[in-house]
């Protein structure tokens, strides 16, 4: 089993930045895939943001150029530096560490992008 605990959601204006972080513990893997999932009220999830272990990036095209996933393998943590905050982007935010098929979520932290 893998534990994951996240933290730096809130209330933000418009235009500004918020910073997600999320911690594995566990039976955490060397060939894993973390990411960060949303899902807004009335939708369905999507995914965001992912990243390996070596460090390559995937995103979602509607996140590219204001959000930017980090990873600190040392410390099993994952990051999700988020920009230019729109409303649009209000959501509970999920952590998510993948070990091939299997996946982990976390509890979720929620984003409110409201003046």
């Known amino acids: 089993q893998v534990q994951l605990v996240e933290s730096g959601g809130g209330l933000v204006q418009p235009g500004g930045s918020l910073r997600l972080s999320c911690s594995a513990s566990?039976?955490?893997?060397?060939?894993?895939?973390m990411g960060w999932y949303r899902r807004a009220q009335g939708k369905q999830r999507e995914s965001v943001a992912t990243?390996?272990?070596?460090?390559?990036?995937n995103y979602a095209d509607f996140v590219k150029g204001r959000f930017t996933i980090s990873r600190d393998n040392a410390k099993n943590t994952v990051y999700l530096q988020m920009n230019s905050l729109k409303p649009e982007d209000t959501a509970v935010y999920y952590c998510?560490?993948?070990?091939?098929?299997?996946?982990?979520w976390g509890q979720g932290t929620q984003v409110t992008v409201s003046s």
């Open positions: 998510n560490y993948a070990i091939g098929a299997i996946s982990y």
């Open positions: 566990g039976r955490t893997s060397s060939i894993s895939v």
């Open positions: 990243i390996t272990r070596g460090g390559s990036t």
